[in-house]
């Protein structure tokens, strides 16, 4: 969806502005790697941020700080345009790109709003980037300072939740992990199941074949489904087996 359709969209008590009406953007440089830890503590408390995902983009720690809490960065290399409110003062290293308020407005709420209402434009030529002056021309929308906050709570609240879900199904899996390794092996044994387990090829207790219908079969309206080397099961209008299988794939992640 184009930023001109989405404009449409919105409130109209609610203003439209360029991001660099909001914010001054600047690109990150470079950091002296002896004022610098890779470990977080009294003497180097300030976070180091990179263009990165992982850690939301943590690159070390710092003995100083650049910016301002309640700033946003922004990855202007590698996966463009993502998004991340900072809460505390930092570095920003590698061109990554740093919002900082020049008004009284809820920085959380437009980082939230880049993340989801903005599609970055990437220039077909070179190395991929966003640059500062690039980001400031983008418009947002603007609405009082209360509905700002108020939409941004209830967002940070979402993730929470998100979060704690991610951190239980972790657990869980975890847990499954743990209780396969005992079972599978027969370290641990079920109630009423005793005596030795016998061992056998998998060829003498199952019939192994190669699927012999591809990608070029496959009809998105089909009644059965077709199982490629992929996540995505695709359609398809006839079967090779009428019957329980497993499937295991022969290129790509064969570990599943």
Known sequence: MS??????????????????????????GDYDPSNS?????????????????????????SNYSEEPS?????????????AFYRDTPFVAIGRLIVLKPKTSINARFFCEYINYGIEFAVESTGVPQ??????????????????????????????GLLNALEALIAKKRAI????????????????GFSGAWETKRLGDVAHIKT????????????????????AVVERINSYCFDGEAILVPGEGGIEN
């Open 130 to 159: 966003l640059t500062a002056p690039q980001i400031s021309n983008y418009l947002v929308p603007v609405p009082l300072i209360p509905e700002q906050r108020a939409i941004a709570e209830v967002l940070s609240d979402v993730d």
């Open 70 to 82: 309640g700033s946003i960065t922004v990855t202007g290399r590698g996966t463009l345009g993502q």
């Open 37 to 61: 830890s890779d470990v977080r503590d009294n003497r180097y408390p300030y976070p180091i941020y990179a263009n990165g995902l992982t850690q939301q983009g943590l690159y070390g720690f």
């Open 211 to 230: 699927g012999s219908k591809n990608n070029e079969d496959k009809d998105d309206n089909g009644q059965y489904p077709l199982y490629v080397r992929s």
């Open 176 to 191: 499954k992990q743990a209780t396969m390794q005992q079972l599978l092996t027969g370290k641990a044994r079920l109630p």
């Open 3 to 28: 930023q001109s359709i989405m404009m449409d969209k919105f409130p109209s008590e609610w203003q439209v502005m360029q991001i660099g009406d909001l914010f001054e953007a600047k690109a990150g």
